[in-house]
């Protein structure tokens, strides 16, 4: 009987070993970095009407809009030339950021990491009941 506890708090301890180190390497090639937005999509199959609705985000809202997330969890954000500024939480194995406005704790946002590395982050995000995948590069 104690190895089946052994067993299940050693297997819980390798998950939560993971999911830390998800988070950490999320953290880690986002921060102290200005993303710059490139490009808006649609995620998957789309229509042409939803085509041009996001590529009026991307020359339109989105156009040189950027993000920088900092260390002590704050986000900077620029849209149309506008600065912004909240909280963000990388959550548990780094797939998912929450944004929240910077004196509430009730999000706001919640973006789906699709790709980060080094030179790129995409995500999803769900905005006015509209699912964009929205293409960021980091600043050169």
Sequence with gaps: MNSKYVFIIGLFSCILLLVSCGRAKTERLLLNKKWEVYDVTAPGNF???TYNRA????????????????????????FSGKSDTG???????????????????????????????????DFNTLIADFNMTLH???EK
């Design 47 to 49: 229509d042409i009407e």
């Design 55 to 78: 590529q009026d985000l991307k020359n339109g809202f989105y156009k040189n809009a950027w993000f920088r997330f900092l260390p002590d969890s704050i986000f900077i954000t620029s």
């Design 87 to 121: 909280k963000y939480h990388i959550n548990s194995g780094g797939q998912t950021i929450s944004l929240y406005p910077l004196y509430s704790n009730k999000m706001y946002e919640e973006i789906q990491i699709q790709k980060l590395d080094a030179h790129f982050f």
């Design 136 to 138: 960021l590069k980091a």
